[in-house]
């Protein structure tokens, strides 16, 4: 199933091959990664095995996270896009927005501009009434953009895994007429 979204900036597309290399880089710095799980970075054979579960995924649910380039000049920038948080059980049933962006790409708006696409795409296209977005404490630009998509706090929890504390914001979807 070939999905494409088009912001004024970004292109959001599904994987190709020759997306693994920029995607590894972006995954091997601690920078980037500080706020993922451990924090821990993820080699190329790593980031591959991500992108063929977020392809699977693509398949199997019909959502999935969306490779993201700019659109002009054709550069890859990383990901946004929908996923199932499994790793947070109690919060499912659930569908929740996400993103990854190299560091280039910080501070320029393109992870809000993506995010708006993606949740409009999930909303609509895929009629989704909740969508769910869930960040560290201390991440206070990942919060920011889930408060400009809209998003509202909705629970403070703990990795059930890891132990260390996760905020859940959510975003319900208003029924038509309303």
Sequence with gaps: MAIT???????????????IEPMAAINSDPEVMRWIRDGS????AETAAG????????EERGIGLFA??????????GFVGLTVPEFLPE?????????RLGRPYWGRGLATEGARAVLDFGLRERGLARVVSVHQPGNTASERIMLKLGMRRERDTRHPELGYPVRVYVLEARPLGN
Excluded: Y
């Design 91 to 99: 919060i499912l049933p659930a569908v929740e927005i996400g993103w």
């Design 68 to 77: 993201a380039e700019l659109r002009a000049e054709k550069e890859f920038v």
């Design 51 to 58: 992108i063929a579960r977020w392809e699977a995924e693509w």
């Design 5 to 19: 979204l088009n912001t004024p900036r970004l292109t959001l597309r599904r994987w190709r091959e020759d997306d």
């Design 41 to 44: 970075v993820r080699d190329r």
